[in-house]
């Protein structure tokens, strides 16, 4: 292929990854899960550096 329609091909696809960003993150709905809105929380996460010698 020649490189400026690989150029082309490349700024098309960017503009297309641009404006389906936009589409999906306008609706905070597509992207949140309702647990997080009925609980105003995330879920509980376990430190990684957690080095007490019990398993967790």
């Known amino acids: 292929m020649k ?3 690989l150029k082309r ?3 098309d ?3 297309l990854l641009t404006e389906l960003k ?3 993150y306008s609706d ?4 949140v899960h309702p647990w997080y809105e009925q609980t105003g929380s995330a ?3 376990v ?3 957690d080095d007490d ?3 967790d």
């Open 13 to 15: 696809l960017d503009a």
């Open 28 to 31: 905070p709905e597509s992207f």
């Open 53 to 55: 010698g019990y398993a």
């Open 43 to 45: 879920p509980k996460s």
């Open 22 to 24: 936009s589409e999906v």
């Open 9 to 11: 091909i490349i700024k």
């Open 3 to 5: 490189k400026e329609n």
């Open 47 to 49: 430190p990684i550096d």
